[in-house]
């Protein structure tokens, strides 16, 4: 089966690699480990020496599944499903994170680059439109080694950087032209409900700049035959009782990213993990919430807004 985008589109990695700046960035990427601050947290430790900081991991690679996904963003999702790579562990300790078993117990294998490698080459095989990073952050230095060894072999098709919205600029400078999709969550707001909930002081801080530079990288998401292959894409799941915060997310994205800019509002919040410990959390959104944050959207003249299957079904 042929991916049906890949004569249309031809990602800027395939170039980066021709010039030899693939192989520029996997080396300061792995110097990088010796005092980690590839993500906002600036753990300082030694990875390359197996220390770890906040994510919870050293120099190990760990997977915890490969396959095509079928649930994600209809652009993204085609008609052969999006190529799905999930990481073990996080940068962030969200207490409703519905991955928990994955991002908090670490849940998976232990594998190589070339392994990471041939996985990407496996899901382009079978037709895949794109390569899915699900929660990369802490591994983007064996990421980039594993695009590298990859496209030597033939990989053409757009990576997805699927992520929390806890980045570090300085990391991403060093995906520009690797990354084709960025597609990051943006939680909250306020920096209160980031730390009280994710475990992070400073996130809306964060994300505001990440999401600039992810844009300043990628533009708007551009779509060709109905998918996805180049530009971000940002989600907000909207969250109970306003701890999302999402009139300011919104008027964010319109008057400082793009009114273009191509938002799913996701619904599908359920109390995962230790939610319960926080009555405010403690439950399903309601229609009435849902509703509300897409009409704020639209307030604020963003133009291209994916409503959840779930709206209408609580």
Same mark, same amino acid.
């Given at each position: 089966?042929?991916?049906l ?8 990695y395939?170039? +980066? ?8 960035r ?6 990088? @480990?010796n ?5 906002? !947290?600036?753990c300082?430790?030694?990875?390359n ?9 050293g ?9 095509p996904h079928?649930g ?8 052969n ?18 991955n928990?078993?994955i991002?908090?117990?670490? !849940?998976?294998?232990?594998v190589?680059v070339?392994? +990471?490698a041939?996985?990407?080459?496996? @899901?382009?095989r /079978? ?5 899915? +990073? ?7 230095p064996?990421?980039?080694?594993a ?20 980045e ?17 969550d ?5 920096n ?7 475990g992070?002081?400073d996130?809306?801080?964060?994300? !505001? ?7 300043r ?13 180049k ?5 907000? +799941?909207v ?9 300011k997310?919104?008027e964010f ?20 993990f230790?939610?319960?410990l926080?009555p405010?959390?403690? !439950?399903? /959104? ?6 509300e944050a ?8 963003l133009?291209?807004?994916e ?5 209408? /079904?609580?």
């Amino acid at each position: 089966m042929k991916t049906l985008i890949s004569f249309k589109y031809e990602p800027r990695y395939v170039e +980066l690699n021709e010039k030899g700046i693939l192989r520029d960035r996997v080396e300061i990427l792995r110097q990088i @480990l010796n005092d980690c601050t590839l993500c906002p !947290r600036n753990c300082h430790v030694n990875r390359n020496l197996g220390r770890k900081g906040k994510c919870r991991v050293g120099k190990e690679l760990i997977i915890s599944g490969v396959h095509p996904h079928f649930g994600e963003e209809n652009c993204l999702v085609g008609t052969n499903g999006s190529g799905t790579i999930f990481f073990a562990s996080c940068n962030m300790n969200c207490i409703y994170c519905q991955n928990y078993e994955i991002s908090r117990f670490k !849940r998976g294998e232990i594998v190589t680059v070339e392994t +990471l490698a041939e996985s990407m080459l496996f @899901l382009q095989r /079978i037709g895949c439109h794109n390569i899915n +990073l699900v929660t990369p952050t802490h591994y983007v230095p064996q990421i980039v080694e594993a695009i590298e060894i990859a496209v030597k072999k033939g990989l053409r098709i757009p990576i997805v950087y699927n992520c929390g919205g806890y980045e570090s600029v300085e990391t991403l400078k060093l995906l520009d032209g690797i990354i084709d999709i960025y597609m990051p969550d943006i939680k909250y707001s306020d920096n209160f409900y980031g730390l009280r909930y994710s475990g992070v002081p400073d996130y809306w801080d964060v994300v !505001r700049e990440a999401v600039k530079e992810m844009w300043r990288q990628v533009g708007d998401l551009k779509i060709v035959d109905g998918v996805a292959v180049k530009g971000l894409l940002v989600r907000h +799941l909207v969250l109970p009782n306003n701890i999302a915060g999402s009139e300011k997310v919104f008027e964010f994205l319109a008057n400082e990213i793009s009114k273009n800019t191509y938002v799913n509002i996701m619904a599908q919040y359920r109390p995962c993990f230790n939610a319960y410990l926080k009555p405010e959390l403690a !439950r399903r /959104i309601t229609p009435q919430e849902y509703s509300e944050a897409v009409k704020l959207a639209i307030k604020f003249g963003l133009s291209r807004i994916e409503i959840s299957s779930w709206y209408g /079904i609580f």
